[in-house]
């Protein structure tokens, strides 16, 4: 009986006479379709020998051509692929943190699509610096004197470190020693640099004198780190960059910051608690400040590192540099979103990022409505409705912070909560959101807008609210 049902089995050849295989060939080549078609045959001689049952087998006999296909497209479908955020975290790590606009990527696309003068001086007709693209725009963003950019703001640790304070000793405060996501710490990162971590005070509380009972004739650098993603309260007390300075003329040491987010607008006049801006730092004092480029800035992921020339300079030429390099890409983002800097009200509209955080919370309970109106006009299984719910910066930056606003809540009524969950994760476009007491929640702070038709298609389609698909 088993052997009969072997002999059941079409043979590879007749399969790739069928119609439905010729087509799959001519679109996605003779390859794929062959490798498909022997995985499914497999899985049906694994089922029979495992005792299936003969019915179930035929089943998958007849299945076989619609099987072949979704094969074949699983084989053909991106790894990476566009996510929809409905987790309200707007700068979300795992998920590729800041998005950016089509505008900024259009000139990418122009850039990197042929040559360009990435190093070239167009000018002088001679070599040229890939930092020249925006080095001029960051200078006058921020006011500092030169700039330059890196691989990340991790890497842009390391290079200040390397270049200023290689084996020699750099002071931090015990409070600023933060790990920050994946697994960046700021002292491992300082012992991978060269340099000795000087550590003084305590996790509450650093006094001036601490960092002047602690220089030597070794010491390099002061080094301030912006505790981006968490807050010490109560009995606490912290030094300033100007009160830094004081000891930098005394005794000639530059100070080094590294503020996390960089922030390059004040996010106070939209209703957000303050949070250093990288033009504060420059101008309190700081000889050098480094800060994510895909962050609060809302970029491309890149290390900024902003400040006096002479240090600057020395980076540039440092042997680390050609290791940590941006490539084009990055240099086209940075001078694109840079560029919306020049005018506060432009950057706030065109990058994504601060378009985000300070969207009107009416706009966001709009979008809810639309996701909301349009989900139940489908009658689907499900309790559907809006619900006020808070949504985070995230990406370790103002950690305190939370902004009001609108999601959709689903409460599917066959299936539990967790398996919808799950069907989304892998919708040709998945969709991230967050379960809460049951129901899926999909905040409309962070959630594509322009795919609210996309997305209710989708799950028709797919049939997701079904017990069985
Ligand atoms: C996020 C952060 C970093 C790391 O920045 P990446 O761009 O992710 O490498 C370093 N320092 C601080 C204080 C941060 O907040």
Do not use: W
Request: aromatic share 6%; net charge negative; hydrophobic share 40%.
């Amino acid at each position: 009986m088993e052997k009969n049902l072997f002999r059941k089995i079409p043979k590879v050849d007749s399969l790739l006479e069928t119609e439905s295989c010729k087509e799959l060939i001519s679109r996605h080549g003779y390859q794929i379709v062959i490798e498909s078609i022997r995985e499914e045959l497999e899985q049906i001689r694994a089922q029979i020998l495992s005792g299936g049952e003969e019915q179930d087998v035929f089943i998958q006999m007849e299945n076989l051509p619609v099987a072949i296909e979704h094969r074949v497209m699983e084989k053909e479908q991106f790894h990476i692929r566009k996510v929809l955020n409905g987790t309200g975290t707007i700068l979300h790590t795992n998920l590729g943190r800041a998005p950016l606009s089509t505008t900024h990527l259009q000139k990418i696309l122009e850039i990197a699509s042929g040559y360009s003068n990435l190093e070239f001086d167009l000018e002088k007709g001679e070599r040229g610096e890939r930092y020249s693209h925006f080095e001029s725009l960051l200078c006058k963003i921020t006011g500092a004197q030169a700039a330059m950019a890196v691989n990340n703001n991790a890497a842009a640790v390391m290079l200040i470190l390397n270049t200023m304070a290689s084996g020699g000793e750099a002071i931090v405060s015990r409070g600023e020693l933060v790990e920050v996501g994946g697994k960046f710490r700021i002292p491992d990162v300082m012992k991978e640099s060269g340099a000795i971590l000087r550590e003084i005070g305590t996790t509450n509380k650093t006094h001036l004198f601490d960092y002047e009972d602690a220089v030597t004739e070794d010491t390099k650098v002061f080094m301030k780190v912006h505790t981006s993603n968490y807050r010490i309260f109560g009995f606490t007390k912290s030094v300033s960059i100007k009160e830094l300075t004081t000891l930098k003329e005394k005794y000639q040491i530059p100070i080094i910051e590294d503020l996390g987010s960089g922030v390059l607008l004040d996010l106070q006049k939209y209703g957000l608690t303050h949070e250093p801006t990288v033009q504060e730092s420059i101008q309190n004092g700081a000889d050098v400040v480094c800060f994510s480029g895909d962050k609060l800035l809302g970029g491309p992921q890149a290390g900024i590192i902003v400040g006096k020339k002479k240090y600057i300079d020395q980076m540039k030429k440092n042997q680390l540099t050609r290791a940590l390099r941006i490539d084009k890409f990055t240099a086209c983002a940075l001078e694109s979103v840079l560029k919306e800097y020049l005018c506060e009200e432009t950057a706030i509209k065109n990058i994504p990022v601060l378009e985000m955080i300070t969207r009107p919370l009416k706009k966001v309970q709009e979008a809810a409505k639309m996701l909301c109106d349009t989900l139940l006009a489908e009658e689907f299984p499900a309790v559907i409705s809006t619900q006020t719910c808070m949504s985070q910066i995230g990406g370790g930056s103002l950690p305190m912070e939370q902004l009001e606003s609108m999601a959709v809540s689903i409460h599917p009524c066959l299936i539990s909560t967790e398996l919808f969950a799950k069907r989304l994760r892998n919708l040709p476009i998945p969709v991230i959101g967050r379960v809460v007491e049951e129901n899926f929640l999909l905040d409309m702070r962070t959630f594509d807008n322009t795919m609210i038709e996309d997305f209710v298609n989708s799950l028709k389609k797919n049939h997701i609210f079904k017990v069985d698909r």
